[in-house]
């Protein structure tokens, strides 16, 4: 069977998202899904009460375009199966602008997250 290009992109990203969501050790994990073109600068967690909370600063490096994106928390249980996670959430970011966000889990059973960071495809 031939594979187009657009065939092959498809079954790519189902595989690695698939990977991305069979539950990983790993601690605090980004996956990004496109193009990376808006960072992940920093993120941190930390407990409010017995809810875990986290803080993320995204940026767009690049000092003319303006970029749109979506990303989602998944939350984490103790075993790293993902329990809950939060909507997509769209915004834009214009060159060289940072935007902070701050999510917490609605779970108290929550240990760890993974934000995950969809780009549109230009």
Not at 99 to 114: L, Q
Request: aromatic letters at 8%; charged letters at 25%; hydrophobic letters at 40%.
């Amino acid at each position: 069977m031939l594979l187009t290009k657009n065939t092959f992109l498809s079954l790519a990203l189902g595989s690695l998202l698939l990977l991305g969501l069979g539950g990983c050790a790993t601690k605090n994990q980004e996956h990004f899904i496109g193009k990376e073109r808006v960072v992940l600068k920093e993120h941190k967690s930390f407990q409010e009460g017995k809810f875990l909370k986290v803080a993320a600063t995204f940026e767009n490096e690049d000092d003319t375009k303006v970029e749109g994106m979506v990303y989602q928390i998944e939350w984490l249980d103790g075993r790293g199966i993902v329990v809950d996670q939060t909507p997509w959430t769209p915004f834009t970011i214009i060159g060289r602008q940072q935007i902070h966000v701050v999510n917490m889990a609605s779970r108290p059973d929550v240990t760890d997250y993974r934000i995950v960071i969809s780009t549109p495809n230009k």
